[in-house]
């Protein structure tokens, strides 16, 4: 019953490095999303996919990059890390149905970053 | 207009008190909504679903709909301690059916 697994916990990168944070999800379901949350603030979505091979922008895609070659597997790519991306990252996944909703969508347990 | 909205709180509610949140949407074809819970420091947690207008209770909990209205609101009843935290409504709009959150209601149940 591993659900989402997301790695590392936590990381500290100095400015200008790049790093990817992995999920999985062995729940085969077709969305998956990537959120970041500043502390006190809701979830905003960074990137999210529908399924293998297609991925689509959210509402704060800027300095990131996405991949979904397969269906378990969604990592997130931070190019020329800059201290605005110091967040908590989540990475969700959920089952929709096309234009009639979907599930719930399952966390992992976050990543903290700080870019310094 | 944000897609989401919540009032950021905090809301204040004495121990054994109903706490009552709510959460507006901005696009009309939104099919699912959820509420979760975040403690400090952790992931967020499902507390419930709802998928028709009306009501659905769960133990301490009822999430009531209004698709008209395009609001989703959350009662706790007989608040404790332990229920202090952040919710979340979180919606999959139509369009990309896609999964929206509201910036989070803080809610603090004092003893």
């Known amino acids: 019953n591993a659900g989402v697994t997301q790695t590392p916990k936590f990381r500290i990168l100095k400015i200008g490095q790049s790093m990817t944070l992995q999920c999985a999800q062995d729940?085969?379901?077709?969305?998956m999303y990537w959120y970041r949350q500043d502390p006190g603030m809701g979830l905003k979505l960074i990137y999210y996919s529908v399924g293998a091979g297609i991925t689509d922008k959210g509402e704060v895609p800027n300095g990131y990059n996405v991949s979904r070659s397969t269906t378990e597997d969604f990592p997130l790519r931070l190019e020329l890390a800059a201290p605005s991306q110091t967040s908590v990252y989540f990475c969700?996944?959920?089952?929709?149905?096309?234009?009639?909703?979907?599930?719930?969508?399952?966390f992992g347990q976050g990543t903290r970053l700080t870019v310094v | 207009q944000k897609e989401v909205e919540q009032n950021s709180g905090p809301l204040s509610v004495p121990e054994g008190a109903i706490a009552s949140l709510n959460c507006t949407y901005s696009d009309r074809g939104s099919q699912s909504f959820f509420w979760y819970r975040q403690y400090s420091g952790k992931s967020p947690e499902l507390i419930m679903s709802i998928y028709s207008n009306g009501d659905k209770e769960d133990g301490r909990f009822t999430a009531q709909l209004n698709k008209a209205s395009q609001y989703v609101s959350l009662l706790i009843r007989d608040s404790q301690p332990s229920d202090s935290a952040t919710y979340l409504c979180a919606v999959i709009k139509a369009a990309g059916n896609k999964l929206t959150f509201g910036g989070g209601t803080r809610v603090l149940v004092k003893p």
């Open positions: 969700a996944s959920s089952y929709s149905y096309r234009g009639s909703g979907g599930t719930e969508a399952f």
């Open positions: 729940m085969n379901h077709n969305y």
